[in-house]
């Protein structure tokens, strides 16, 4: 079971990045995923979250409006597009997957920086 996460780097406020995970070694169908971050010093935080079929998607308060979640089953791949980046942005984020219908987040990707300058 492997997720990789790719796309962050180093970005001024108001830009836009847009953040992948590769899914492998289970049925990507059957899970619902989701981004989390842990910026420096703090606890991880959950940002955005999608159901297995796309039917639904959550975002956090403090992302809504500037982070889109979505995925692509056919790739076995999740994205998030993160526009208007704030410096409070500036975090590791990680993608997680949770089987769908009562499965926990139990499995992580390594994650990947995204850092924002003012």
């Known amino acids: 079971v492997q997720l990789q996460a790719s796309g962050g780097g180093l970005v001024q406020a108001g830009g836009s990045l847009r953040l992948s995970c590769a899914a492998s070694g289970f049925r990507f169908t059957s899970y619902n995923m989701g981004w989390f971050r842990q910026a420096p010093g703090k606890e991880r935080e959950w940002a955005a979250s999608i159901t297995y079929n796309s039917g639904s998607t959550h975002y956090a308060d403090s992302v809504k409006g500037r982070f889109t979640i979505s995925r692509d089953n056919a790739k076995n791949a999740v994205y998030l597009q993160i526009d208007s980046l704030k410096p409070d942005d500036t975090a590791v984020y990680y993608c997680?997957?949770?089987?769908?219908?009562?499965?926990?987040?139990?499995?992580w990707g390594q994650g990947t920086q995204v850092t924002v300058s003012s």
């Open positions: 997680a997957a949770a089987r769908a219908f009562g499965g926990s987040w139990d499995t």
